[in-house]
């Protein structure tokens, strides 16, 4: 019996306040890139141990104390230029690194330093005597695999012998790919598996980032029936593989699911209500029609004192008006829904984080994580939903978290028109606690003092 790798994609029902925009479907949220720094606290931990773990794994103060190897600390000191681990890390690297290497199930906070956590789990176990895949990470999108392989490398400068792939739609491994550390997106893995272009025989380790999306109903099957081809493999040679699951939220479903799917798992996970924006200045801006979302737009660039913005729509046709809207006023924007072509979506993604351009327009392909330090406003010009029309509050707390990097200046306009938007919008700021002030969308004087609250006023 074949076994299929191929991920079961799920279908888009209309969002029922696509106003205006015809029967176009919202775009899907895409994890691709991923900013830095929300928050650090450590309460509301619920850390649990897997039931073999005899001894509580010690907290890291320093990388040194990991017992990585020196390629690795120098990638970390030299390239990477990091002092010590985040608090994330000093919590799950032990748990990663440290034999045997149980599977970890992890929530942290978007730029809290996750992708170190499984970057040096992957390079610690890479051996580069043998040419032969054995570590696998997957993400949904092709940007995150880009960026994460962008970081390995970084990572891994010293590592000599250790070799990567970028497994997505457009590379060609027509020979069979022999790279120790192959890190892709699900589909285009899953046909290299079914052609038997990667040789599970030697995986020892595969990462999941962004794994709500992975055991989402999306990729669940594809997941699951990889994990499962894998242990096969591995058990046949009396060893074991490594699953590393991260994610800066996890439904209650997908947390469920992953926790009886993944056995001999560590667990990190923090409340929904520790899923922290506090640092960044919200408001909301009542508006009689989407004409005027786009006149407050105009105002806030002209009265602001701004980095880079980036602005979620809901829809690829929003993001076309819009993006003319602006461009007719004299302002330079770049778009990014998710038709493009990957090589077009590549360009503008370089332009933006290189600063070529200054404010992005998006739908909620790019709400989940986009590492760009200057980013200080993020415009919600719809409110963020689910295919159903119910609020996506976890994209919410995406979209807000790509602004106020490292501690710095930041701010959330919320554009609301109508009923239905002012309640998904409440419901969202009651589940998460969050202060909103209210702006008079017409008066330049209160745009102002909200944004001079956030120290973004250009006067």
Request: hydrophobic share 35%.
């Amino acid at each position: 019996m074949t076994t299929r790798l191929t991920p079961r994609l799920s279908h888009h029902r209309q969002d029922a306040n696509d106003e205006g925009d015809g029967a176009e479907k919202p775009d899907e949220p895409d994890p691709a890139l991923k900013s830095e720094k929300l928050n650090e606290d450590s309460e509301g931990i619920e850390k649990k141990l897997a039931d073999d773990v005899q001894t509580p794994y010690k907290s890291a103060k320093t990388f040194k104390e990991l017992g990585l190897k020196q390629s690795l600390l120098e990638g970390i000191f030299n390239v990477m230029k990091f002092e010590k681990p985040s608090k994330i890390q000093a919590e799950t690297l032990p748990m990663i690194l440290e034999p045997p290497h149980r599977n970890l199930i992890a929530q942290a906070h978007n730029g809290s330093g996750k992708t170190t956590c499984f970057v040096l789990g992957m390079l610690s176990l890479a051996d580069p005597e043998l040419k032969q895949p054995q570590a696998l990470c997957i993400c949904p999108t092709r940007e995150l695999a880009i960026q994460n392989l962008d970081r390995t490398q970084k990572m891994g400068t010293f590592c000599t012998g250790t070799t990567y792939a970028l497994v997505v739609p457009g590379q060609n491994y027509s020979e069979g790919i022999k790279d120790q550390i192959l890190i892709g997106t699900p589909g285009r893995m899953a046909d290299m598996v079914r052609r038997r272009k990667i040789n599970l025989e030697h995986i020892r380790c595969v990462v999941f980032d962004e794994a709500d999306d992975m055991l989402s109903r999306g990729f669940r099957d594809f997941s699951i029936t990889l994990l499962n081809e894998i242990d096969k493999k591995r058990e046949k040679k009396g060893k074991e593989c490594q699953k590393i699951l991260f994610s800066a939220t996890f439904s209650e479903e997908v947390r469920e699911f992953a926790i009886s799917k993944i056995t001999k798992a560590n667990h990190i996970f923090l409340r929904a209500i520790d899923l922290k924006i506090d640092l960044i200045k919200q408001y909301r801006v009542p508006v009689p029609s989407k004409e005027a979302k786009a006149e407050v737009i105009k105002m806030i660039f002209e009265l602001g004192d701004l980095g880079q913005t980036i602005i979620f729509v809901r829809t690829k046709e929003s993001a076309r008006k819009l993006h003319s809207q602006l461009a007719n006023e004299g302002h330079k924007c770049t778009s990014i829904t998710g038709d493009m072509q990957p090589q077009e979506r590549d360009r503008v993604i370089k332009e933006f984080i290189e600063g070529t351009t200054r404010t992005m327009i998006a739908t909620d392909v790019l709400s989940r994580g986009f590492d760009v330090d200057n980013v200080t406003l993020v415009v919600n010009h719809d409110v963020p939903t689910e295919r159903s029309g119910n609020p996506a509050y976890e994209t919410y707390l995406h979209r807000v978290g790509r602004t106020g990097r490292f501690g710095r200046k930041g701010a959330a306009f919320n554009l609301v028109l109508g009923n239905t938007e002012n309640v998904q919008l409440g419901a969202i700021t009651k589940k998460y606690n969050i202060p909103l002030d209210d702006i008079q969308w017409d008066k330049e004087e209160a745009i102002l003092e909200a944004l001079e609250k956030a120290g973004l006023s250009a006067l």
